[in-house]
């Protein structure tokens, strides 16, 4: 018998936390969350809640960057995996078919009628690395275009057609690709009639500041991408899933048919990391052209049975409880609640987004005394101000929020999907208070400014 025993360990070494990660894994990610006061020590969770050491609950407005979909500990998931689990399946053998991947692919492509065929993998990273292979194989071509402030992944070939410079800067050299500005449908025709472009990777609403494409703008690309024979990769790895209000983001603009759709984060239920690109039939033969080639691409730990059994629990909550359904009527709700404070707060700018992917924007102030702060804080780092929302949130008044990418004043709400009207009520309160102290024109949120100018100053 193994001496093994995971709870008396965690809780002989469960205080060590921070020091572990100092000391073996990234130290600057300790460093980070002590200077912003979110070195909390959370001890269990469920649903949209998490609850520290001193019993506490936390409103959950971030679900792991969009990977808690469903919440954290679903029943339903985490009997599934028990059930794979307690099965004892041979799983990963490596040289037969079990049913499992065939069933996900199965269920997954009822949701995207106009698409055949999935590779399953491991990361969302790993969906864009598949699809760009693809693309590039079935097309013949090497450039892959991408937009400005575009985020696909950290991957090497994922990282090709990362639009954020301060990700890419000294990992060069990259793929062959190039960015052009979200909408700019010249800029995309003028790159196509180079005629050495595979394909177009898109996100229907960019992470980093929560920006939708424009309206028409995916089913222009489409027709222009088509004729020119390259490819429409729509990266759904934070929208799909439902958290737009449409089980995929491009699903908004009649009419899109990507060739290939990259999915992960949320088919994962939180437990089993999995990644999946769904792409046609015509492009898979391409790559798959022979039995020479039958493991051309793969991926060790893809198809996995928990994965997969994972996945398939997934898809059956969101079709039993409605998920959809509820990301659009929650979605437009908190939507509504944070637009009607734009003419109330002059440091709020705007709040946009689909379903229960929302970005806050703040901006200049009018008012002579707003706008100095305002200044000194952009004068020291952009995206101060934003933070100096997000650590009251979480300090004040126990809500987890994230700043929506590196130098932007907006605040990303990525909630689980099954959040309801208590939970907006909740948010929309303490955010309305965050605000009204901002606007005092002192307090704690603008002493906390002054500390985060000195940590940005510091670190020039």
Same mark, same amino acid.
């Given at each position: ?52 050491? &001193? ?87 090497? @450039? ?12 090497? +070939? ?31 025709? @003028?790159? %196509? ?12 609403? &960019? ?14 690309? &489409? ?14 790895? &934070?929208? +799909? %899933? ?130 100095? @702060? ?21 300090? @004040? ?54 500390? %985060? ?8």
């Amino acid at each position: 018998m193994s001496g093994f025993d995971l709870t008396k360990l965690l809780a002989e070494r469960g205080a060590e936390r921070y020091d572990l990660h100092a000391k073996y894994l990234n130290h600057q990610l300790p460093r980070m969350l002590h200077t912003i006061g979110f070195d909390k020590v959370y001890e269990r969770a469920e649903g949209a809640y998490f609850w520290d050491d &001193q019993g506490q609950d936390y409103l959950d407005m971030l679900a792991g960057f969009g990977v808690m979909g469903l919440g954290r500990h679903h029943p339903v998931v985490r009997q599934a995996l028990h059930d794979v689990l307690d099965a004892g399946l041979a799983d990963l053998t490596r040289f037969d078919c079990p049913p499992l991947p065939g069933l996900l692919a199965e269920k997954l492509l009822r949701y995207a009628p106009h698409l055949d065929r999935v590779f399953f993998g491991n990361s969302g990273t790993e969906a864009v690395e598949t699809a760009l292979k693809f693309a590039r194989y079935a097309t013949g071509r090497p @450039r892959i275009l991408y937009c400005t402030h575009a985020f696909h992944g950290l991957t090497t +070939g994922s990282l090709s057609v990362n639009g954020e410079a301060g990700f890419r800067d000294g990992f060069a050299p990259l793929l062959p690709d190039t960015a052009i500005e979200m909408g700019d449908l010249d800029a995309l025709e @003028r790159e %196509l009639r180079r005629g050495d472009v595979a394909g177009f990777v898109v996100e229907p609403i &960019q992470g980093k500041g929560v920006h939708p494409t424009p309206p028409g703008f995916l089913r222009a690309a &489409q027709e222009l991408l088509h004729k020119h024979k390259a490819l429409l990769i729509a990266d759904e790895v &934070q929208t +799909g %899933l439902g958290r737009t209000g449409d089980f995929f983001a491009y699903q908004h603009e009649p009419g899109v048919e990507p060739d290939l759709v990259c999915v992960a984060k949320a088919l994962s239920g939180g437990y089993v990391p999995v990644g999946a690109t769904l792409g046609k039939e015509s492009v898979f033969k391409k790559v798959y052209s022979s039995m020479d080639r039958v493991l051309v691409h793969s991926a060790s730990f893809g198809s996995n049975a928990q994965a997969m059994a994972a996945g398939l629990a997934v898809l059956t909550v969101m079709e039993d409880e409605g998920i959809v359904a509820g990301v659009r009527s929650t979605g437009d709700l908190l939507r509504s609640r944070l637009t009607e404070l734009i003419p109330k707060y002059e440091l709020l700018h705007d709040v946009r987004g689909r379903g229960l992917m929302i970005g806050i924007e703040f901006g200049r102030p009018k008012s002579l005394g707003l706008r100095s @702060r305002w200044t000194m804080l952009q004068a020291a780092r952009k995206g101060l101000f934003a933070q100096m929302v997000v650590v009251p949130l979480l300090q @004040r008044h126990r809500i987890l929020t994230q700043v929506s990418g590196d130098h932007l004043e907006v605040i990303k709400l990525i909630p689980p999907l099954i959040i309801g009207e208590p939970e907006v009520d909740r948010f929309v309160a303490a955010f309305t208070a965050v605000m009204d102290d901002a606007h005092a024109g002192g307090g704690l949120i603008w002493d906390f400014g002054r500390t %985060l100018v000195k940590q940005a100053m510091a670190n020039r």
